[in-house]
């Protein structure tokens, strides 16, 4: 009998038991409608190797990874060229993830990801809000003539949960008509105060990586210049302490644009952090 140790594959910290767990993380290796580069699906893999380089503890949340009580359920396997089946997967499993009474933390994979995992949580929670990080608006009603599409994934999840309910937090790039819905819906916030309409609510957290700057975050399928620093992110993660947060994930990493594998170490202090949050 082989004696080891051997090298764990999930994510440091992690409650290995399911059924005792809060909080279930769950890798989603999709990026079929991305509309630049590629390669997000291989985030999740990358990013919990990477997980073994940092602490299990957060000095700016004083606050350990065995308090967090999550489990790290995996990656899910998707059928290839299959958009409509892959998101019908995820939500069937973030639904399963609820009706055992835990909360999800998704690893994409591109953004949109996110509105199965939405879809899923409105089943569960009313009043349903969603704080969307990014450098992209993400609200056209499709991309090339495509409806499913990461640059339409708020867009769709505003009709989950209402306008309304959802506030956007360092866009910086988008078409005309989605800054204008922006505006018509006062969904871009400037300042911390600008979520505390959301107070009460149930809060989904949706982190698109490229909300960091390139210098920051050059490993993603859409950098955008103009982006915040890394204490700017953490910033508004602190501001979210005391928010009622249901459900998160981190999206858009792609590792292989970053031969140093520096974008998937701060990729993985996100999720740390996100983490010490929920």
Partial sequence: MLRGPFLDRN??????????????????PFDGTVSYRSGSRFAPEQIRLASWGLEEYSARFDKDLADVNFHDAGDLEFPLGNTYKTLDVIQQNVEDIYRDGKRVFGIGGEHLVT????KAVSKFYDNLAIIHFDAHTDLREEYLGEEMSHSAVIRHAS????????KQIG??????EEWEFMKEHN??????????????KNIFV???????????????????????????????????KNFNIV????VELAPDYDASGVSTAVATKVIRELLMVI
């Fill in 247 to 250: 459900g998160a994930d981190v």
């Fill in 115 to 118: 509105l199965p995992e939405i």
């Fill in 159 to 166: 009709k989950i949960v209402g306008p309304k309910n959802i």
């Fill in 206 to 240: 949706t982190v698109d990586l490229d909300v960091l700057d390139p210098s920051v975050m050059p490993g993603t399928g859409t950098p955008e210049s103009g982006g915040m620093q890394f204490n700017e992110l953490m910033g508004w993660f602190e501001y979210l």
């Fill in 187 to 200: 969904t871009l916030c400037h300042k911390y105060s600008d979520l505390d309409e959301l107070r009460g």
């Fill in 11 to 28: 994510w440091m910290g992690q409650n290995e038991d399911y059924n005792s767990s809060d909080i279930v993380m769950l890798g989603l």
């Fill in 171 to 176: 866009i910086r790039s988008g078409m005309k």
